[in-house]
C-alpha cells in the first residue's frame, strides 16, 4: 500500500514536468512529449484508481478490528480532550498491570521460593539462641490474572479526526471482537463525571458504570477519574477476579505497589501503605487466593521489622482465611514465639507439624515446611524449659533430606543448657562442617566456651561470627558478656550498647548490660535498665534472675530472694536462678529453703559437680553432715578431680569426726588443684579441731597465700588465735578482715563477733555487746551473732536478756547446740530448773548431741536436786556426766570436777579424789579447748586441787580465778549448786575456800537429802 502511493507520487510529478517541457519545446517536438504525458496521464489514473482501492479496504479492516477506547469530551473545556483522556487511562492500566505482574517472570523461573531472614530470636539464656527464620513469601506477581488489560488499544482517539472516526467505527454494522470501551465526560455542576461503556468481547454482556470527581481543582478531579475509571475497567477486564470485590480489586493494587516499594528500597512508609490498603480489603476477600497470599506477606514483612501487634493482625486474618495452611501456621508460631506467648507457640507449631502447605507454595514440598515447624518448636521447648521435647524436635527438623544447619545449632544450644557440652560442641561442628558461615554455630561454640571460663577462645568465636555477620547482635551481646567476665567494662558496655542499637527491645541484650553495669558496680544504672527490659516483658525468668543478683549487691536479701522465686516461677528449670534463692536464703539464714533450693538446682543439672557440691555446703551448715557427704560424692562420681567435692567431703568427714579421713580428702583437694585456697583452709579446720591451733594458722596462711582476698581464712586465723589467748593477734586478724573483705558481708558479720568474743575474754563487756551488735546488725538472720550476745549476756548477769538472745538464736537455727546450751544455762541462772530441763531435752532432739547437752542436763539435774525440785536427781546426773566425757573429751575436766564433787557428797571420798585427779590430768586439754570461760576452768582447777588434799596450790589457783572474774559476775560451779554440796567434813578446807567464792542469795541453804 505505502509503496503504491509512492509510485503515485512520482507518476504525478513525471506527468507535470512532461507538461510544462511540451510547453516550451517547438511543434514538431512537442507532439512525441505530449503523447509521452497521455501515457502518464493513463498510468496515473489506474494507480489513483488502485490507491482509493487499497484505501477502501484498509478502511473496513480498520473498522472490523476490536473497537479498542475512545472517549467523548462533552464538557466544553477544549484542554479535557477524548484523545487525552484516553491516553490518560490508557497509561494507568499499563502501569496497573504493571503492579500486578511485578516479579511474575523471575518467579516462573527461580528454583526456590522467595523468603524473608527473619532476625535470630534470642531466648531466655545466652546459649539458647535461636538461628534466624527464612519465611518463605506467597507469589506476588498476578501476569496471567491481568493478561486482558495489554489487549486494550487507544484506537484512533489520538488522531486529529479521532473522535469522528470512532464513531463511525462505533456505527459499523458488521461484526466485531475484542475489548470495546467508549466513555462520555461531561460536567454535573461543579463536579466531572465519567460515564464508561465496557464490553470485554462481542458475546460478552457490556456493563456501564459511572465515576464523579468532587469540585475542586480540574486538573485533581480529572486525575481521580482517571485512575478511579482505570481500576474500575481494569477490575471488569480480569477474568480471574471474580473471587474479589470490585473494591477489593482497587485496594489489592494499591497494596501490591507500596509492597513492591518495600520490597525494593525497604522503606517503611511504604509498608504502613501496603497494611493500611490491605487492611481496607474487605474480609469477603481473604480467600481469594491473591489476596491471602498479600496479607500473609506483609504479615511476614511487618514480623521482620519488629511490628509484632501489626503482624498478629494480619497473620491471624490470613490463617482464618485458610486455617490448613501449614506455612501461615507456622508463621503464626513464630510469632507468638517473638511475643513470648510460648504456650501458644507450642499448641499452634504442633498442629503445623500435620499440615500441609496449599497451593500457593507450588515449590515448597509438604516436607520442607514440616521440618521448619519442627525446628521452630524445638526453640519454644527451649523457651519453656522442656528440653528433652527440644533435643526431640530438633532431631526430627534435622531429618530433613537436604542439610541444613540451623537445627544442628538448635540442638548444640539445648544439649548446652543440660550442660552436656560434649554433645553441643559435636552438633556445632556439624552445623558448620555444613555451612562454615553460620553465624549462629559459631556463636554457639563462643557460649560453650564462655561457660567453660575460656574466654579468649569464645572471644575468637564471636569475632569470627561476626565476620560473617557484622549485624548479628547476639554474637556482640556475647562479646559484651566476655568482657564483662575479664573486668573489661567499658568495652563491654560498649558491644551491649552494639546489640541494642541493632535490636532495641531484645530483652537479654538489656539485660546482659544491667548484669555489667552490676559487675562494676553501677547499681541505680544497673536497676534502671533491668527494671525497663522487666517493663518489656515480665514473663522473662532471666531478667528477674538478674534483678536478684542486683538486690543481692545492694545487700537487701529479702527482695533477692524474691527476685529469684520469681525468676524460678516462670521458669522451674533455671538451675541458676534456685541457686542464687539458695543464696539469698542463706544471707537470710533459711536453711530449709536454701537447701531446698540447691536441691532443684541439682536435679536440674544432674551431670553438673557444681550443684551437687553446692548442695553439700548447704547441708553441712544446715548440720546434715552425711547428706552433704553423700552431696559431694556424688560430684565426685561426675568429676573424679574435682577439687571443691574433695574439699566438701573433708568438712563432712570432719563434722562426723573422722579427722584422720577428713585430712586426707583436704589434701587430694589441693594435689587435684593447688590453687584452691579452699583446700588449704580444710587443712586448717582439721587442725583447729585436733586443737593445733598453731598448725591450723600456718595453714590459714597458706590459703591467703593463694588467694589473699580469702576472709574466711583469715577469720580463722583469728580464731585460732583467740583459743591461744593471743589477744591483740586474734583483734588484728580479725579488724584485717574488716578492712578487706570489701562487700563480703557474712564475712564482715563474722569479723565483728570475732571481736566481741576476745573483748568477752578479756572482760570487756560493753566493747563485747557493741562489736557483737554490729555483727548482728549486718547479719540479722543469722544465730551466731546472737549466740555470742547471749553470752555476753550470762557474764553480765543479765539473764533475762540472754534468754531473749537464744530463744532468737534458736528462732534462727534451729539446730544451733550453742544456743541451746546457752538457753539452758540462763533458765539454770533465772532459777527455772524445769524449763532448763525441757530446753536441754529438746536440744537433743532438734541438734543431736556432742557431750554439751548432755553436760548441761547433768548441771540442771544437780541444781534441781539442791533445791529440791521435781526432777531432781544425782543419780541421773552421774549418768550425764560419764556420757559428757565419754563423747568429748574437751568437756573431761568439767565433768570430772562434777562427778568428783557429787562423790564427796556422798561420803565417798576415794573416788573423789580419783575424779578429782583425772579433772587436774585432762586439765591441760581442757584449757586448750576452753569449753568455758578462763575464770570458769581455773576454779574447776583450784576445787579438783581441793579435793584431792592440795589446800595451798586450791588457794592459790582459787585467787587466780578470782582475779580473771569480771566484776559482779559469777562461777558456773555457783549456778550448778557445787557449793552447796560440800561441807567441811566432806572436803577438808572447803569453808575457808569457799568463803572467797562470791555467790547470790538465791542459791543459799538448799541442800538435799543425802540420797539425792
Not at 323 to 346: H, W
Not at 488 to 502: C, M, N, P, T, W
Request: hydrophobic fraction near 40%; charged fraction near 25%; include cysteine.
Amino acid at each position: 500500500m505505502r509503496l503504491l502511493a509512492r509510485a503515485t507520487v512520482v507518476l504525478l510529478v513525471a506527468v507535470g514536468l512532461i507538461s510544462v517541457l511540451a510547453l516550451l519545446l517547438d511543434e514538431h517536438r512537442r507532439d512525441g512529449v505530449l503523447q509521452f504525458r497521455q501515457a502518464g496521464l493513463a498510468l496515473l489514473q489506474v494507480g489513483g484508481i488502485l490507491l482509493l482501492l487499497f484505501l477502501a479496504i484498509g478502511l473496513i479492516t480498520w473498522l472490523s478490528q476490536p473497537m479498542g477506547m475512545a472517549f467523548e469530551n462533552a464538557t466544553g473545556d477544549p484542554e479535557l480532550s477524548g484523545a487525552t483522556l484516553a491516553q490518560s487511562i490508557a497509561g494507568e492500566l499499563q502501569r496497573i498491570e504493571a503492579v500486578h505482574a511485578a516479579e511474575a517472570q523471575s518467579r516462573k523461573r527461580r528454583a526456590a521460593v522467595p523468603s524473608v531472614s527473619l532476625q535470630p530470636a534470642v531466648l531466655s539464656r545466652r546459649e539458647t539462641m535461636a538461628s534466624s527464620v527464612l519465611a518463605p513469601l506467597a507469589p506476588s506477581g498476578r501476569a496471567d490474572a491481568v493478561a486482558a488489560i495489554g489487549t486494550i488499544d487507544v484506537a484512533g482517539a489520538s488522531l486529529p479526526l479521532g473522535s469522528m472516526l470512532a464513531a463511525v467505527k462505533q456505527l459499523w454494522p458488521l461484526p466485531r471482537s475484542g475489548v470495546m470501551i467508549a466513555g462520555r465526560l461531561r460536567r454535573e455542576g461543579e463536579s466531572l463525571a465519567l460515564t464508561v461503556h465496557v464490553r470485554r468481547g462481542r458475546k460478552a454482556m457490556p456493563h456501564e458504570f459511572t465515576v464523579t470527581a468532587q469540585s475542586g481543582d480540574t486538573w485533581r478531579s480529572y486525575n481521580a477519574l482517571v485512575t478511579a475509571s482505570a481500576i474500575r475497567i481494569a477490575y471488569g477486564l480480569t477474568p480471574d477476579d471474580r473471587g474479589i470485590s470490585n473494591a477489593g480489586f482497587g485496594h489489592l493494587t494499591r497494596a501490591l505497589e507500596f509492597y513492591h516499594d518495600f520490597q525494593r528500597i525497604g522503606d517503611r512508609q511504604a509498608l504502613e501503605s501496603a497494611v493500611g490498603e490491605a487492611h481496607a480489603i474487605p474480609a469477603g476477600d481473604d480467600r481469594q487466593p491473591d489476596v491471602r497470599g498479600l496479607i500473609y506477606n506483609l504479615g511476614i514483612c511487618c514480623l521482620q521489622v519488629r511490628d509484632l501487634a501489626g503482624s498478629e493482625r494480619l497473620l491471624l486474618r490470613a490463617r482464618r482465611a485458610d486455617p490448613s495452611d501449614a506455612v501461615i501456621g507456622n508463621a503464626v508460631g513464630m510469632l507468638y514465639f517473638e511475643q513470648r506467648r510460648f504456650t501458644e507457640a507450642k499448641e499452634i507449631l504442633l498442629v503445623t507439624t500435620r499440615l500441609n502447605p496449599s497451593h500457593l507454595w507450588d515449590r515448597l514440598s509438604n516436607g520442607e515446611c514440616r521440618y521448619a515447624s519442627w525446628n521452630q518448636l524445638g526453640n519454644t521447648y527451649v523457651e519453656l524449659a522442656d528440653y528433652v521435647r527440644a533435643i526431640e524436635a530438633y532431631q526430627e527438623a534435622v531429618k530433613r533430606p537436604r542439610d541444613w544447619a540451623v537445627p544442628h545449632s538448635g540442638l548444640g544450644n539445648a544439649y548446652l543448657q543440660q550442660h552436656r557440652w560434649d554433645d553441643a560442641e559435636r552438633e556445632y561442628d556439624r552445623a558448620l562442617a555444613i555451612d562454615e558461615t553460620s553465624a549462629y554455630a559459631r556463636c554457639g561454640l563462643g557460649n560453650l566456651e564462655a561457660r567453660r571460663s575460656r574466654f579468649q577462645k569464645a572471644f575468637d568465636h564471636y569475632n569470627e561470627a561476626l565476620r560473617h555477620d557484622v549485624l548479628f547482635a547476639s554474637a556482640w551481646n556475647g562479646l559484651g558478656e566476655v568482657h564483662a567476665a575479664l573486668g573489661r567494662y567499658k568495652e563491654a558496655v560498649a558491644a551491649h550498647e552494639q546489640a541494642l542499637e541493632l535490636r532495641p527491645d531484645d530483652l537479654y541484650s538489656l539485660s546482659s548490660l544491667g548484669d555489667t553495669y552490676r559487675k562494676q558496680r553501677d547499681l541505680d544504672r544497673a536497676l534502671e535498665v533491668l527494671e525497663r527490659a522487666r517493663g518489656i516483658d515480665d514473663s522473662a525468668a532471666y531478667v528477674w534472675r538478674n534483678l536478684g543478683e542486683l538486690h543481692l549487691a545492694r545487700n537487701d536479701p529479702a527482695e533477692a530472694a524474691h527476685a529469684f522465686a520469681e525468676a524460678v516461677r516462670r521458669d522451674p528449670r533455671d538451675a541458676v536462678a534456685w541457686d542464687g534463692r539458695a543464696r539469698a536464703a542463706r544471707i537470710l539464714d533459711n536453711s530449709g529453703e536454701e537447701q531446698d533450693s540447691l536441691l532443684q538446682a541439682a536435679r536440674e543439672n544432674p551431670m553438673e559437680p557444681w550443684g551437687w557440691n553446692q548442695l553439700g555446703d548447704a547441708y553441712r551448715r544446715g548440720g546434715l553432715h552425711q547428706e552433704s557427704l553423700q552431696a559431694h560424692e556424688m560430684a565426685l562420681s561426675r568429676d573424679p578431680d574435682n577439687s571443691y567435692a574433695l574439699d566438701g567431703m573433708g568438712k563432712a568427714l570432719l563434722a562426723l569426726g573422722d579427722f584422720d579421713q577428713a585430712r586426707r580428702m583436704h589434701e587430694a583437694a589441693q594435689r587435684a588443684d593447688p590453687a584452691n585456697a579452699f583446700a588449704a583452709h580444710g587443712v586448717a579446720d582439721v587442725l583447729m579441731a585436733r586443737g593445733d591451733y598453731r598448725g591450723s594458722i600456718a595453714a590459714n596462711e597458706r590459703a591467703l597465700r593463694i588467694d589473699e582476698q580469702a576472709a574466711y581464712a583469715r577469720n580463722s586465723i583469728g580464731d585460732a588465735y583467740e583459743r591461744l589467748r593471743e589477744y591483740p593477734e586474734a583483734e588484728g586478724q580479725f579488724r584485717a578482715t574488716l578492712e578487706k573483705s570489701g562487700q563480703d558481708g557474712a564475712a564482715t558479720a563474722y569479723a565483728y563477733d570475732g571481736l566481741a568474743r576476745v573483748a568477752l575474754a578479756q572482760g570487756r563487756h560493753a566493747s563485747a555487746l557493741d562489736a557483737a551488735q554490729q555483727a548482728y546488725d549486718l547479719r540479722p538472720r543469722l544465730a551466731f551473732p546472737l549466740v555470742t550476745i547471749g553470752n555476753i549476756h550470762l557474764a553480765q548477769g543479765t539473764y533475762d536478756e540472754a534468754v531473749e538472745a537464744f530463744r532468737q538464736a534458736l528462732a534462727r537455727n534451729p539446730a544451733k547446740m550453742a544456743a541451746w546450751d546457752g538457753l539452758g544455762r540462763a533458765y539454770v541462772w533465772q532459777g527455772d530448773f524445769a524449763t532448763a530441763s525441757e530446753t536441754y531435752q529438746k536440744a537433743v532432739a532438734a541438734c543431736g548431741d556432742d557431750g554439751r547437752l548432755s553436760l548441761g542436763a547433768a548441771d540442771v539435774a544437780v541444781r534441781s536436786a539442791v533445791a529440791r525440785s521435781e526432777g531432781g536427781s544425782l543419780d541421773n546426773a552421774l549418768k550425764d556426766y560419764e556420757t559428757a566425757i565419754a563423747m568429748n573429751p574437751a568437756l573431761s575436766t568439767v565433768a570430772h570436777v562434777r562427778l568428783a564433787v557429787l562423790a564427796a557428797h556422798r561420803g565417798d571420798p576415794a573416788t573423789a579424789r580419783q575424779h578429782a585427779g583425772a579433772a587436774l590430768h585432762d586439765f591441760p586439754c581442757c584449757w586448750q579447748r576452753r569449753p568455758l570461760p578462763d575464770a570458769d576452768l581455773r576454779e574447776l582447777r583450784a576445787l579438783a586441787l581441793l579435793i584431792t588434799g592440795d589446800r595451798k596450790s586450791a588457794a592459790a589457783a582459787r585467787d587466780k580465778a578470782r582475779a580473771t572474774l569480771p566484776i559482779g559476775a559469777r562461777f558456773d560451779s555457783v549456778r550448778v549448786g557445787v557449793y552447796d554440796l560440800l561441807t567441811e567434813d566432806q572436803v577438808p578446807g572447803f569453808t575457808e575456800f569457799a568463803a572467797e567464792i562470791p555467790r547470790g542469795p538465791e542459791l543459799v541453804g538448799n541442800t538435799p537429802p543425802d540420797g539425792g
